[in-house]
């Protein structure tokens, strides 16, 4: 579906990261944006491989603990409005359905901002005694946001498409806590084989998720600079039990509150992965998520024909990839080398192999790195361990490179109170930064910083070595917290 | 989850099939159908396992010669209204959102109830020249009918979640026949997997698709006597094409009018599986689609207490099936064999492998058969072997038990016109079967017959031999069309 009259031109990340980001998921056919919605968008065959992969790692991890399962998009508004705190969070953001066919509805129905008050109803009934418990469930579902801010494919959507929650109740606060530990962890697993490096912070508590005790969220440093929340998972304790009356018989007879928790991805790791690996030259994939793997090249020459031994050496190596269950293809059509090199770049393929006639007579192919470009001799007799090897290499160069980006814009700030040209120096640095400071828990020191060097409070990172010190604000007693501009 | 007082009865699918279909989708736990909006339903796990396996199938024969793509749910009014027929067929049965936050949206969006026209925008911008032909593609979403009629879990929905729908575009009305005949033989091969047979008609003319030039479908019977469209597969020609300004170059530099076809399945595919093959003990799954296939029980008595050969014997068991890729379960939880047995077959487990004392010291156990509960003595060191044979026999008797059924029903009628005698005996022979008769093309003559004998009017069959004859109602020269009450 590439249009012939392509722009081979070079795209230019680092001049302007939202020209590139869209032009991208152009040319690499990662998401077709010409839909007449706001904040919808179309996924390409090749876009969907990715997000298909890239689900399929989330779903063997939840599986291992979790059971999927799917509840209703539509949520009828006395549902979704029961809990105040949460219906507050959301009420500007909700789509509504008001009519079916051309009757009015009795209820307007909400489509799902997220499942809770789809699902909690539902825990009501399942859950009788303390031998239903723990319930740990998921689903992958599309989710709405009426978004009145500028949307962005992947980033900010009005149709989010792929929005992974899982939901779980437990008999005791500790084991919910426990959960979103574990819950925590599974998310880390995730993003690193995404290659996608984080921190994570407790959320202030203005920041929220509404209805819940705390949230704990991983941010990503985007190129321009901000920083993306790609996953959250949030300790509801007992509130939507007491709005939605979940209770369960202990061993002892009494009835109790369930104590909850609910966690969540959306697409949001798909534009974390591909506008932190990208470059110049199109995407550039995580070996783990790349729909292909390997891209054969045969090297051959339009004034000599065909040649049956580049031929069959290409076929040869592509069946024994194929075999040992490598993701590979095999590019035999007509079009010259360069332009199939220019193609399978803008499609971030973790590793090219050329092979041409001088290759076929030494019994050996090229293998070319996507990440830094740098070409190797094989055997062809190697090619299936030696490709192996070199996407265990190529997984841990790009999540290394993207690592070393990452902490370079990690700024620690001695910056204290009332030091007016520290200030300045903080916002000037909080434009392409992560910034770390000491900032107390009180609202409005938050909100001063925010407005004074323009960025948001991201929050404490937890698991980090907790340092005393005073609020950069108003110097009372704080803790180091992290912010920056965010998306 | 499933309640600890649960009725342990049997179930009585003879006499009140609608009664018997919502009591199995309950006790094994297929559907929870209590959600506090008509027509939607929440899969549980169990269920959602199936359904999984279900459309992995599906998708794995699609993606033979599709791809998977990702449209937007949300479609403008005026783009649904734009094709006359279609918005005709739809339009009674349309969800709209009207409203984002508080604010009234400039257009009404429709949740999509099929994606002809979120798609086919989109083809016009994909599509440029014959090289960009054949585009093929499908996605699995949810799909929206405000349906006024009797609501029933995973047969007639308000939220449609599982539709399979298929969309391809050919440069030539003999391309897209052809795929049409591709398209019904890969729902043919789909429903042998899962054991459900069909007839195959081309729909009256009445009761095509909206805006497709003709339609043919897949119809089941159903315990009831009702046949069940299960498949749909349209040609649509240039109608969409046209409408949507669809055109390609051809090599001789003319722009041509793209022709087109779309083929859904919906989760009634699922409806198929469970209301043909289930009995009063529950569930009957073919071992295709079974989220367990063989369930252990160790046979232990507690006056005795437990045994470790027999443990031991059932562990050897489950590690031996599990690493030949088979979906098995060792139930070693407290309760009685007996109540083991009840709820493996109420999931329609299809094969129980009991391990005893006595077993274990003749180094055997014991296969029984789900769907005619078959014992047989296997020798442990042959499980493997067995299980795989039993997996394929039990997997052809499902299917073989439902064609029985199914054909023993499908009644020739040789019934002239003014017979009155021959209409009343026809009006009792379609209360519980699919009759098949001379009816012309005149859909008075369809209306005529619908409202004497109470059935709907499924088509001519394709595939199968053209015997010439006499309508029924005018006498005029017609073909065998099958009727049935619908539903």
């Not at 969907?48 to 979790?66: C, F, G, P, V």
């Not at 949030?234 to 061993?251: M, N, Q, V």
């Not at 024994?320 to 499609?347: H, Q, T, V």
């Not at 830094?372 to 841990?396: G, T």
Request: glycine share 4%; aromatic share 10%.
């Amino acid at each position: 579906m590439q249009s012939k009259t392509e722009n081979k031109t070079l795209l230019q990340k680092a001049d302007n990261f939202s020209e590139w980001y869209n032009e991208i998921l152009k040319r690499a056919e990662v998401l077709d944006v010409r839909y007449p919605v706001k904040g919808v968008y179309t996924w390409y065959p090749y876009g969907y491989k990715l997000r298909n992969l890239t689900y399929s790692i989330l779903k063997a991890l939840m599986d291992r603990e979790h059971e999927e399962v799917l509840f209703p998009l539509l949520i009828p508004k006395d549902e979704l409005m029961k809990e105040k705190e949460h219906i507050k969070g959301f009420e500007d953001e909700v789509f509504w359905v008001t009519k079916g066919g051309s009757t009015d509805l009795d209820i307007p129905l909400a489509l799902r901002p997220t499942s809770e008050t789809a699902i909690y109803p539902v825990f009501k009934v399942w859950i009788r005694s303390h031998r239903d418990l723990p319930i740990r469930i998921y689903q992958v579902v599309n989710a709405f946001r009426y978004e009145t801010k500028h949307t962005r494919p992947l980033i900010r959507l009005r149709e989010i498409t792929s929005f992974k929650e899982a939901h779980t109740a437990h008999a005791s606060r500790a084991d919910a806590e426990k959960q979103i530990k574990t819950a925590i962890a599974t998310y880390q697993e995730f993003f690193d084989l995404l290659a996608v490096p984080y921190i994570i912070t407790r959320r202030p508590n203005w920041d929220k998720f509404p209805g819940a005790e705390y949230s704990i969220a991983f941010d990503t440093l985007m190129p321009d600079g901000k920083t993306m929340q790609i996953a959250t998972c949030h300790l509801l304790g007992e509130s939507f039990a007491r709005t939605f009356d979940i209770k369960y018989e202990d061993d002892d007879g009494a009835l109790k509150f369930v104590n909850q928790t609910c966690y969540g991805i959306s697409e949001r790791c798909i534009a974390a992965v591909i506008a932190l690996h990208g470059d110049d030259h199109g995407l550039v994939l995580p070996p783990e998520v790349a729909p292909i793997q390997v891209v054969i090249v045969p090297i051959v020459f339009s004034s000599k024909g065909k040649s049956e031994a580049v031929e069959k050496a290409c076929s040869d190596v592509y069946e024994g990839l194929k075999e040992a269950g490598i993701r590979a293809f095999l590019d035999d059509s007509e079009e010259r080398p360069g332009a199939k090199y220019y193609r399978w770049e803008m499609k971030g393929v973790p590793l090219r192999i050329e092979i041409g006639p001088r290759d076929v007579s030494s019994n050996s192919c090229v293998f070319v790195r996507r990440a830094d470009f740098q070409r190797m001799q094989v055997p062809q007799s190697e090619v299936v361990p030696e490709v192996n090897r070199a996407i265990k290499e190529i997984q841990e160069l790009i999540h290394k490179h993207a690592k070393e980006t990452f902490f370079a814009n990690i700024h620690i700030s001695k910056a204290v109170v009332d030091d007016k040209e520290g200030m300045e120096e903080l916002r000037k640095t909080a434009e392409h930064n992560i910034v770390s400071l000491f900032l107390c828990e009180d609202e409005r020191c938050g909100a001063d910083l925010e407005q004074r060097i323009g960025v948001t409070v991201l929050g404490v990172a937890i698991n980090e070595n907790e340092e005393a010190g005073k609020c950069i604000i108003c110097s009372r007693k704080a803790r180091r917290v992290y912010v920056a501009r965010a998306y």
